[in-house]
């Protein structure tokens, strides 16, 4: 049970098998816009609202990927893999399965390619299809 989805004085508690995070493949819970509008502090200085400038480390994988092409010996590249292919290995849903596959090969293309090989998944283009049919 996972006290942090619904509080801390939770004593019904949703079937293991539900997703606990939202948005989610199975039409699960989807989050809600807080209750009370943004702010309630005050500040002395001059704010300004703009867009922040991205430079070539602000992708979501960046750091991932140097932890695994930089800083992972072989050996911890060999376990991280293991641990990889036994959790999606037991995933049924096609589509999902597919969608890990890609977030592992976004970190590494090459942890990705292993990852599809473990699995004994088909390539990208012929899987693409069943990524789109989650149900």
């Known amino acids: 049970n996972n006290y942090s989805q619904d509080g801390a004085g939770r004593y019904h508690f949703n079937a293991p098998s539900a997703p606990v995070y939202a948005p989610n493949s199975l039409g699960g819970p989807a989050a809600v816009e807080p209750a009370s509008p943004a702010g309630g502090w005050e500040n002395d200085g001059e704010l300004s ?8 480390e602000d992708g979501d994988f960046v750091q991932a990927g140097t932890l695994y092409r930089e800083v992972f010996d072989d050996g911890a590249k060999a376990r991280l893999l293991d641990t990889i292919t036994g959790a999606v290995g037991g995933v049924k849903n096609a589509g999902i399965k597919e969608r890990a596959i890609q977030y592992w090969t976004n ?6 390619a292993k990852l599809r090989a473990n699995l004994g998944a088909g390539s990208p283009d012929s899987d693409a299809e069943a990524a789109n049919k989650i149900g």
């Open 49 to 56: 609202l703009s867009a922040h400038s991205l430079h070539a």
């Open 107 to 112: 970190v590494d293309a090459e942890l990705g």
